[in-house]
C-alpha cells in the first residue's frame, strides 16, 4: 500500500509542473522551455521523492519549501518572461492549490481509510487532470492575456499566496500533524476554503481590469476611426467647395479660350488649357476603395506620407466582404502603415519608400513593405519585440492577433533594409 502512497506524491509533483507551464510565461520558446524543464525538474523531483519515503511525510512536509518549492522558484525564474510579481503570484497560486490537495487527502485518508492509501491515491488521480482540463480551457486564455497588459499590483497578489502556503504549511505540520490536534482541524478547513475563493476573486479583479484596459482601448481606436473619417470628409468638402469655384468660372474661361482660339494665339492658348488643368486636377479626390472606414484610414496615412516626402506605390483591391469587421481590417492597416511611415521618417528623403497591395483574389492578402535602417528583433512567435529605433513593435501584436482570431496567418520581415507586414486574412 506504501507504493500507492509513493505514487500519489510523484503524481502530484508531476502535476504541479504541469499546472504551473499552463499559466507560466517563459521566455524561451516552447520546445526549448519544455526541454529544459524536464531536464532541470525530474531530477529534483526524484531527489524530493526519495526524501520523502526515507524521511516520511511529517519530517518532509517541514523540508518542502526549502527542498522542493525553493529550488523550482529559483529555476523557472531564471527562464520566466516576466521577472516581477506576475511570476511569483503564478509559482504561489499553483504551489498552494497543489499543496491544499496533498494536505486535504492526506487528511481524508487518515479519517476514512487509515490503514491504507486508497483515498489519497484515487482523489489525486482524479483531481489533478479535472483541474487541469477546466484551467486550460477556461482560466489559461483571460490569465495569459491578464499577464500581458497589467504589470502592477502582482507584488502583493504575491505576498497573499506566500502568506497562504506559509499559514497552511504551519497549521498542516506544526507543532504536529494536524490529525493529532483535532481541535485545529476547522482553522485549517477554513484556510482551505479561503484560498480559492481569494485566488478567484484577484483573478476576477485582473479579468475586470483587463476589460477595462480592452474598454479604453476600443474607445481610443473608436477616437481614432472618427478623427480619420472627419478628416476624409474634410478633404471630401474641400474639393467640392474647388470644384464649385471651378464650376461657377468656367464660363469665363470658355470665353478667354475662344478669344485665343479665334486670335491665333496657340501658345497663350496651351499655357492656359495647361493652368486650367492643374486648377481642375485640385478638385479630384482619389477612393481607394468601397469600403468606407478603410478608405478614410487609406487617405488619412497616404496623405500623411505624402506630407513627410515618402513614396508611395499602392495597389488595392478589397473584396466585398471580410471573416473579421471593416474596423479590425481598418486597425490592422493602419497600423501597419503608421508604423512604416515612423521608420521612412527616420531615412533620408531619396531612400524612403512605401508600398502598399492588397489582393482580394484567390485570397484576400495585405503586404505592407518599407524602407528601414537598423535591427528589428523578433520574439519566438516571429512578431518584433520591441521598438528599436526602426519604427515597428508597436501595433504589431494586433495584426497577429487578428490574424489569429480568423484563422488567417501573418509574417513579419525584415531583409536588405526592407520590412515587411504579410497579413493572410482568407
Keep these: 500500500m506504501e507504493l500507492l502512497r509513493d505514487f500519489s506524491l510523484l503524481w502530484s509533483m508531476l502535476h504541479t509542473l504541469v499546472l504551473f507551464l499552463l499559466l507560466f510565461e517563459s521566455r524561451l520558446p516552447k520546445k526549448k522551455t519544455v526541454k529544459i524543464t524536464l ?7 526524484i531527489i524530493n521523492l526519495v526524501l520523502f519515503i526515507v524521511l516520511g511525510f511529517d519530517k518532509y512536509g517541514t523540508l518542502m519549501l526549502l527542498t522542493l ?3 523550482s522558484m529559483i529555476f523557472f525564474w531564471f527562464i520566466s518572461k516576466h521577472k516581477d510579481g506576475r511570476f511569483f503570484f503564478t509559482f504561489c497560486m499553483v504551489d498552494t492549490t497543489i499543496l491544499e490537495i496533498v494536505y486535504i487527502t492526506n487528511i481524508l485518508n487518515h479519517y476514512l481509510t487509515p490503514d491504507s492509501y486508497l483515498v489519497m491515491f484515487f482523489v489525486r488521480l482524479i483531481s489533478y487532470p479535472l483541474i487541469e482540463l477546466a484551467v486550460h480551457k477556461k482560466l489559461r486564455p483571460v490569465y495569459l492575456k491578464v499577464q500581458g497588459h497589467s504589470k502592477n499590483g502582482w507584488g502583493i497578489f504575491a505576498m497573499i499566496g506566500i502568506l497562504f502556503y506559509v499559514t497552511v504549511t504551519l497549521l498542516m505540520t ?4 494536524v490529525t493529532e490536534r483535532p481541535d485545529q482541524l476547522p482553522a485549517l478547513i477554513l484556510m482551505f476554503v479561503l484560498m480559492p475563493v481569494i485566488y478567484l476573486h484577484i ?12 474598454k479604453a482601448e476600443e474607445e481610443k481606436l473608436m477616437k481614432v476611426q472618427t478623427a480619420n473619417i472627419l478628416e476624409r470628409v474634410d478633404e471630401l468638402s474641400r474639393a467640392n467647395d474647388k470644384f464649385r469655384e471651378e464650376r461657377h468660372n468656367f464660363r469665363h474661361k470658355l470665353k478667354t479660350i475662344a478669344s485665343l482660339a479665334e486670335n491665333g494665339e496657340y501658345k497663350e492658348l496651351k499655357i492656359l488649357i495647361s493652368e486650367y488643368r492643374e486648377d481642375i486636377d485640385k478638385t479630384r479626390v482619389i477612393k481607394y476603395c468601397q469600403h468606407s472606414v478603410l478608405d478614410a484610414v487609406l487617405s488619412v496615412y497616404i496623405n500623411k506620407a505624402k506630407r513627410s516626402d515618402i513614396e508611395i506605390k499602392p495597389g488595392f483591391d478589397f473584396p466585398d466582404t471580410f471573416e473579421a469587421t471593416e474596423s479590425e481590417i481598418a486597425t490592422a492597416l493602419a497600423n501597419a502603415i503608421e508604423n512604416a511611415i515612423n521608420a521612412c521618417e527616420k531615412l533620408p528623403k531619396e531612400k524612403r519608400r512605401i508600398e502598399i497591395k492588397v489582393l482580394s483574389k484567390p485570397q484576400f492578402i495585405i503586404m505592407v513593405r518599407n524602407s528601414f535602417e537598423g535591427e528589428v528583433i523578433f520574439n519566438d512567435k516571429g512578431i518584433p519585440e520591441t521598438k528599436n529605433g526602426d519604427g515597428h513593435g508597436f501595433g504589431t501584436r494586433s495584426i497577429a492577433a487578428l490574424c489569429n482570431k480568423i484563422g488567417g496567418y501573418y509574417e513579419f520581415k525584415a531583409e536588405n533594409g526592407v520590412f515587411t507586414v504579410f497579413m493572410h486574412l482568407k
Aim: charged fraction near 10%.
Design 39 to 45: 531536464a532541470g525538474m525530474i531530477p529534483l523531483i
Design 203 to 214: 483573478i476576477s479583479a485582473l479579468r475586470r481590469q483587463q476589460l477595462s484596459f480592452e
Design 69 to 71: 518549492s525553493l529550488p
Design 174 to 177: 506544526f507543532p504536529t500533524p
